[in-house]
């Protein structure tokens, strides 16, 4: 894909469609619709009159030939009422354009925003059309390996000369971001034959190289010479041996804290033992999310050349049911030293998580965040709609709520009482990790509490939003990609802590 600036008034720009887009409107007051309608012998007009189109969220008309203008077609893009339109807005707007058939048919595209929209607007549409528009086809053959979509070039068009230097870059900066996010779809839909946990570690080495980042990638021997015996217990029952790999961008000053991301990388998770039903395990390959996550952001980071320190840590491995596998009742002692009743073995996520969390201390760092597809709870708290939030610094909780905000990814923060951390301790040792059905988010999160150092943590349970069952404007059916456009937004604006 080709993606270009220019300020050139869009009647002098070339290209088989114009996409504009269009606040709601009751009236042709907006100088471009008006053109548009005189255009096209008032056609504008006309699908005002008929009900057709008057710019209503995420509505699409497409008007052909318009007089005057060098393209074939004008495609308007409907973004809702004026006093609601944000970021958001903007990215549904174009991830619903995305897939209109005659922008899909077009080689190349004239996009227009509103005179005076900010540059964060211009960074959300690229966002919005390249998530919109993205396929996984990797393991199709034939024709059906083949992309339909014809369009290969985007110029975005601003009537402004004056700020053609920050729509540039809030595009280039959109790109980078979406394609951050593919990367995790990519990732989350390839099946767990293909993504081992050493092919995820191979992946992180190649993605370093590629952005000069640091990367140290423990094999299973050096898994146990760090006496991560939480993350073991769950690799046990696994022919594939775990990983676990660390991952260092240093773009802060020299000795700064970094900031240490956490990601569960459960490349095929069966619940082992206490085995799933098989109705839907499939998705179970996308268990690995948190680890695509926290991969792709430190790449992102290192792409936008973000001012900080950062660290990714993904811990890797399969939960599956073998004469090897860790039994229901056993115990095992994590990194820490802290000993674990299993009490379900399908509550795995919690037990690489911990043992990484615990490691994460050798970077004495200024803050930890952890991602996890975690509870299958979490799907009563929020649905589909929204990650809990949950952690031990409240300033901390409220950059990602605001990031949240911005980003379109929605979070809520949660509490963590005495109560849940009671349903934690186990009767023959130090904690059991699984606390039952009460407060299931609310109680993993507990668990993991205890493996944190004396630093700011949050943990972001994304298990539910992170696979869309239906299908929204930017969001098609299958992996999200959650989380990348978060956390990069919380690492853009960082402020030591």
Not at 126 to 145: A, H, Q, V
Not at 334 to 343: A, F, H, N, P
Not at 369 to 389: E, N, Q
């Amino acid at each position: 894909m080709q993606i270009s600036c220019t300020a050139k008034p869009v009647i002098e720009c070339a290209a088989d469609s114009l996409v504009v887009f269009v606040p709601e409107y009751e009236k042709l007051t907006d100088g471009l619709l008006k053109s548009l309608n005189e255009a096209t012998g008032g056609t504008v007009g006309t699908l005002l009159e008929a009900g057709e189109f008057c710019g209503k969220r995420e509505e699409i008309a497409s008007v052909m030939h318009p007089s005057g203008y060098n393209v074939d077609r004008v495609i308007l893009v409907g973004l809702g009422t004026k006093k609601q339109v944000d970021s958001d807005t903007y990215r549904r707007a174009a991830g619903a354009a995305s897939r209109c058939r005659g922008l899909t048919l077009s080689e190349s595209a004239i996009f227009h925003l509103p005179k005076n929209a900010g540059e964060g607007f211009y960074q959300a549409v690229i966002e919005g059309y390249l998530l919109g528009s993205y396929k996984l086809l990797e393991f199709k053959t034939g024709d059906d390996k083949i992309d339909k979509n014809k369009l290969t070039r985007i110029t975005f068009a601003t009537d402004d000369k004056r700020v053609l230097g920050k729509v540039e870059k809030a595009v280039n900066r959109g790109v980078i971001i979406a394609e951050g996010q593919m990367s995790v779809r990519t990732l989350a839909a390839t099946p767990g034959n293909y993504l081992t946990p050493s092919v995820l570690a191979q992946t992180a080495q190649k993605l370093a190289r590629q952005h000069k980042l640091k990367c140290h990638v423990l094999d299973e021997k050096a898994i146990e010479r760090e006496r991560m015996g939480a993350l073991l217990a769950v690799a046990k029952g696994s022919a594939e041996p775990p990983r676990f790999v660390v991952l260092e961008y240093n773009g802060g000053r020299r000795g700064e804290k970094p900031v240490v991301l956490v990601g569960k990388g459960i490349t095929f998770d069966s619940g082992g033992i206490s085995l799933k039903p098989g109705l839907n395990m499939h998705e179970m390959k996308g268990d690995m999310t948190g680890a695509a996550v926290v991969l792709t952001v430190i790449v992102t980071a290192a792409r936008l050349r973000l001012p900080l320190n950062l660290v990714s840590l993904l811990p890797a491995c399969e939960n599956l049911p073998s004469g090897t596998a860790t039994r229901p009742g056993d115990i095992v002692t994590s990194r820490k030293g802290l000993t674990i009743e299993i009490i379900n073995t399908d509550a795995e996520g919690r037990l690489i998580l911990a043992d990484a969390l615990d490691y994460a201390d050798r970077f004495k760092p200024q803050v930890v965040i952890d991602i996890a597809t975690l509870t299958g709870a979490s799907l009563y708290i929020l649905g589909y709609s929204g990650a809990p939030v949950l952690g031990n610094n409240p300033a901390l909780l409220e950059r990602i709520k605001k990031a949240s905000e911005s980003t379109g990814e929605k979070t809520w923060p949660l509490p963590i009482w005495d109560d849940h951390r009671e349903q934690m301790k186990s009767g023959v040792a130090d904690l059991v990790n699984s606390g039952g059905r009460p407060a299931g988010t609310i109680a993993a999160s507990a668990f993991l509490e205890n493996f944190v150092g004396g630093w700011p943590w949050a943990h972001i349970d994304i298990a539910y939003v992170d696979f869309e069952p239906k299908g929204r404007p930017y969001i098609p059916k299958g992996p999200t990609g959650i989380g990348v456009r978060l956390l990069t937004e919380v690492l853009s604006s960082w402020k030591k802590m």
